[in-house]
């Protein structure tokens, strides 16, 4: 099966069955496609790992041509979109050397073809190097939000990390107020435009300026998502004796 993994899909199409690996899912909005992000392998004397985006037609699964920015490391781990001509799919590029990527990689979809962005923060710059993207929520064509982490050089550690698009620019944010554990943010999760709120080892809410801490975790919030006006929920694990399911919600938010 070529090393085919599929790591979260949009919409509500069935599993498309491509191996093990897989993981996730978003929930489905009206109007966007049913789509499935993830990557597979190949060897021509070197082992590459290529971008893989499927779509659900229905009644079958096809493979829909996606861009390679890196010549031996891209790998897809989330995709969102506001509509079957705005789609984002988002995950890691480039090499280490050991196992870990070198920069963020951004896709997105117009409706026609899946094009490479160039996104100012996804790569390392003066003030953060090897960002890795965890997580894409598409709110509407003008307000997209990218989560993960980066290392700040400034602090000398890794931190929470944002990327938020505004229908024109780029701009970037991190929490400096994390715990130095090496993690980022690797869930996000909206109310409303205004109401947005990242997990991680922490939860963090954005008050429209900067990221505020709301609490520490327990363990790991591997994912969130919004429910109704006021409810947001994140799940991923604890740290005990054991690793235990962790689920955590707000209502008040």
């Not at 003008?142 to 993960?148: E, M, P, R, S």
């Amino acid at each position: 099966r070529d090393g085919r993994e599929l790591h979260a899909w949009l919409g509500d199409a069935p599993d498309a069955g491509l191996g093990p690996g897989r993981s996730a899912g978003d929930v489905n909005r009206d109007g966007r496609p049913d789509l499935a992000v993830g990557s597979y392998t190949s060897f021509d004397g070197v082992l590459r790992s290529h971008t893989l985006v499927q779509r659900w037609n229905g009644s079958a699964w096809s493979i829909v041509p996606s861009p390679d920015p890196d010549p031996n490391q891209n790998l897809l781990s989330d995709v969102d979109g506001t509509s079957d001509r705005d789609v984002w799919a988002i995950g890691n590029q480039g090499s280490d050397g050991y196992g870990g990527t070198l920069a963020g990689l951004v896709l997105h979809w117009d409706g026609v073809s899946w094009k490479n962005v160039d996104v100012p923060g996804a790569g390392s710059d003066t003030m953060f190097s090897v960002p890795n993207l965890q997580d894409v929520i598409a709110l509407a064509a003008n307000d997209v939000w990218i989560v993960g982490a980066a290392f700040h050089r400034g602090l000398f550690r890794f931190v929470p990390y944002s990327l938020h698009w505004n229908g024109t620019t780029w701009q970037r944010a991190f929490l400096g107020t994390a715990p130095n554990d090496g993690r980022g943010f690797t869930g996000v999760a909206a109310l409303s435009a205004g109401r947005v709120y990242a997990v991680g080892s922490v939860t963090a809410r954005w008050n429209g300026t900067t990221w505020v801490q709301e609490a520490t975790v327990p363990g790991l919030l591997n994912d969130a998502t919004a429910i109704g006006p006021s409810t947001v929920w994140g799940v991923g694990y604890r740290f005990t004796d054991a690793l235990r399911t962790l689920a955590m919600r707000s209502t008040n938010a």
